[in-house]
């Protein structure tokens, strides 16, 4: 998913850049703050890790293929977010200058994709609330998977934006992210998995480590705010549902193109079977926006689905630590 | 898999090697503002520029020449970022069709152009990073990176970063060979002996990072710690490299307006 110099324009460049640079000076001001003895060690060594890691193939069952460790979600595990997004940031600019993966004007989305997506949005937002404060083994593997997942996703929705952006290829982005995505939802299920069982061993090895390590690098690592998690997700998922329905494409959809082979015309001029013409009722009855059309509709779409969410996780929900009673009360 | 290892070994202290050339005797950051102007000129040509962007490699070929650098491994850390740009690019000769040019009864179109032009700007934006980094090094590389403003825990961290990833290469190669001696076979390994070894190596360097950061502590005070090299002037043939690559790029790039 590295981004050579080749595939950007110098202002998508620049403007990445200009990004990633307040985001490390944001990072470096607050490593500076916290700073203890053990902070630069542990993310230089762990960096270090991440590297020799690479170099260490594991076979993907069934495949006959390979894969190896990305290590995003794995260092935002062990460190917190800001130290592994330094920690990443440092990774990129090595494997940008000693193996050519990914451009030196390309850095700053490189920066974007990989190391900002996995440990300044996916972490916080996905995989403390899911891993939870105890961090049992079958959530924290379930947040490993889910955050490898998802950090994938936005990352290589976001190389396919910034390529687009910068005009260098002839497809058009929906189909570039219908490319995209697929690839790197099964890379981040392999690279998640692999993430679980590594922290699954060290969990089973050094059981403290993983606890004492976040309290020895960033001081500043709080418990997530579920409300502020769902905040972000309903204010992306609106945006989303604003936006997707303008570049939607007036073409028919897969069943409506197979309908158009079979009957030869958009609207078949055959008399509706009796169940057909029950399930036409049903629809239209239930239907909360018939006919829906434009930005609008996909708002709300998205509002109740968000809405939804939201009550089928407070109903799920693990019972969150309360504060301990004051004595003599 | 071994071989990747070792590659990445010998790459490692092939940028170490210490060289004499004009090149490498100039300062680093006079290095690193050409390098920018460079890049930013090359990727500010259009893609189906081809004349602009063929004039253009005339710089990474100077720099080759003047640093007395190996071709071969340059071109072979180029090639090696290829894929990716010509994976994105292969569409272009498919959905852009548009003629515009006949070479030898053979029609070339709009898409044909654009690709070679990635292509091209790919194998010549990794050269000259390439050569940055063959002719200074990068512990050279980032002191003086950290002297043009960037942060000094950014620049320490990279280079502890640096420091220690040839140290756990080394021990990973050294597990390798006793997980494949054990196997008796090589190749991937499966994904539940992969987690024990990679998880074997994660513990072993979080124990090395607290020796470290009690070393540290120890020696430094616990500060952020400062990497130093024989301090380099700032002098008048790095001043004439500047202004002299500045302006043959920026006639580089004003001849392909012309054309």
């Known amino acids: ?329 | 898999m071994g071989d990747k290892l070792l590659g990445a070994l010998r790459r490692l202290s092939l940028i170490e090697t210490p060289q004499h050339s004009p090149l490498h005797s100039l300062d680093g950051r006079a290095k690193i503002a050409v390098t920018l102007l460079y890049l930013v000129a090359l990727l500010s040509l259009p893609l189906d520029s081809l004349a602009g962007i063929i004039l253009m490699s005339l710089v990474p070929i100077a720099g080759w020449a003047v640093g007395r650098l190996r071709g071969r491994t340059i071109l072979r850390w180029a090639l090696l970022s290829l894929p990716f740009t010509v994976a994105v690019g292969a569409f272009n000769p498919l959905l852009d069709r548009e003629p515009v040019a006949e070479v030898a009864g053979v029609t070339l179109t709009h898409g044909w152009i654009t690709l070679c032009g990635l292509i091209l700007r790919g194998v010549l934006s990794v050269s000259v990073v390439v050569e940055l980094v063959l002719s200074t090094g990068v512990y050279r590389l980032c002191v003086d990176a950290g002297r043009l403003g960037v942060p000094a825990v950014v620049v320490a961290l990279v280079l502890m970063v640096y420091r220690y990833m040839r140290l756990l290469m080394g021990e990973v190669l050294t597990l390798r060979m006793a997980v494949d001696a054990r196997r008796q076979r090589r190749g991937a390994l499966p994904m539940r002996v992969w987690a024990r070894v990679v998880g074997v190596l994660l513990i072993g360097s979080v124990r090395r990072a607290r020796w470290v950061g009690m070393a540290l502590e120890a020696r430094a005070g616990g500060g952020v710690p400062r990497f130093r090299l024989p301090a380099t002037k700032w002098r008048t043939t790095d001043t004439l490299f500047v202004v002299f690559s500045a302006v043959v790029i920026t006639l580089l790039r004003f001849v392909d307006c012309c054309l």
């Open chain 1, 1 to 329: 998913m590295h981004m050579s110099d080749a595939l950007v324009s110098p202002a998508v460049a620049v403007t990445a850049g200009a990004v990633a640079v307040a985001l490390v000076a944001t990072a470096a001001v607050r490593l500076k703050r916290e700073y203890t003895p053990h902070t630069l060690p542990m993310m230089g060594v762990l960096g270090a890790f991440v590297f020799a890691a690479q170099m260490l193939n594991f076979a993907i069952p069934g495949t006959g293929s390979s894969g190896h460790l990305v290590g995003g979600v794995l260092l935002a595990a062990m460190l917190g977010p800001w130290a592994a997004f330094l920690t990443l940031t440092a990774v990129l600019t090595l494997q940008c200058l000693l193996f050519a993966d990914g451009g030196l004007m390309a850095l700053g989305c490189n920066i974007l994709n990989m190391a900002a997506v996995s440990c300044l949005v996916v972490y916080p937002l996905l995989f403390r609330p899911v891993a939870g404060p105890a961090m049992s083994f079958g959530r924290m593997s379930l947040a490993a998977v889910v955050s490898c997942v998802m950090a994938l996703l936005l990352g290589s929705a976001a190389v396919t934006l910034e390529t687009e952006m910068s005009g260098v290829t002839a497809l058009p982005t929906p189909t570039f992210l219908g490319f995209m995505l697929p690839i790197h939802m099964v890379i981040g299920l392999v690279e998640g998995v692999a993430t679980a069982l590594v922290l699954g061993v060290v969990r089973r090895a050094e059981p403290a480590m993983l606890e004492t390590l976040s309290r020895d690098v960033e001081t500043t690592a709080r418990p997530a705010r579920p409300v502020m998690t769902l905040a972000v997700v309903a204010v992306v998922a609106v945006a989303c549902a604003a936006w997707i329905p303008t570049v939607a494409s007036e073409w028919p959809d897969g069943l409506e193109w197979s309908l158009l082979r079979t009957a030869e015309t958009e609207n078949p001029s055959a008399e509706p079977s009796a169940m057909s013409a029950a399930a036409a009722s049903v629809v239209s009855a239930t239907a909360l926006l018939p006919d829906y059309k434009g930005a609008l509709a996909g708002v709300i779409g998205a509002l109740i689905l968000v809405t939804v969410a939201f009550v089928v996780a407070w109903a799920v929900r693990s019972p969150w630590p309360r504060r301990r009673k004051r004595d003599g009360r």
